[in-house]
């Protein structure tokens, strides 16, 4: 499993991995994994909140690819929580893009640590929980830049992060 993922983010960082695009609904993904997703929240203490100002146009993505995202910055959300508080899911268009904002009231991360968070195998240093290999946000990355967008991060130490996704409307 890991080396399958591990291949699959170097063949999405340099170009060889085809998405499969097709007319998807991000509305659609983001509730199926809402409803997925808070009952393993409120198990752990905290409340998962859906967001949406307005039902999201359909994009053209790679439905499977970009669940994966939304997956593992949700399943991020849930591990670097404290014992309680929120994690909420927010959405927004422009005239040219889809965004997603993924915001918990977690640990958070040193400013130093933000320009590696993305890369292959790093590890958020101090971080008391084992699991993972530090591939799932090399990954999401990889996948993000592959339908023509961008991921950002702002997080403060003890606070916690907002994890921003920008998809293009339409691909080039």
């Not at 409120?42 to 859906?50: I, P, S, T």
């Not at 967001?51 to 359909?58: D, R, T």
């Not at 958020?124 to 990954?139: N, S, Y």
């Amino acid at each position: 499993s890991l080396i399958n993922e591990f291949l699959e983010i170097s063949r999405l960082q340099s170009g060889k991995l085809v998405l499969n695009f097709s007319s998807t609904s991000v509305d659609k993904e983001l509730q199926e994994l809402y409803e997925v997703y808070r009952p393993r929240a409120k198990d752990r203490g905290l409340e998962l909140k859906l967001n949406s100002e307005e039902a999201l146009p359909i994009i053209e993505a790679d439905a499977e690819r970009l669940r994966r995202v939304l997956t593992n910055l949700r399943d991020n959300a849930i591990k670097f929580s404290k014992k309680t508080g929120k994690i909420s899911i927010s959405t927004r268009e422009t005239d040219e893009e889809v965004i997603v904002e993924v915001e918990d009231e977690g640990l958070g991360m040193d400013s130093e640590e933000l320009p590696y968070i993305f890369e292959s195998f790093h590890r958020v240093h101090g971080v008391k929980c084992k699991e993972g290999f530090g591939l799932g946000l090399a990954g999401v990355k990889a996948i993000v830049n592959g339908h023509g967008g961008e991921v950002h991060v702002r997080s403060e130490l003890g606070k916690g992060s907002v994890f921003t996704v920008i998809l293009p409307k339409t691909q080039a």
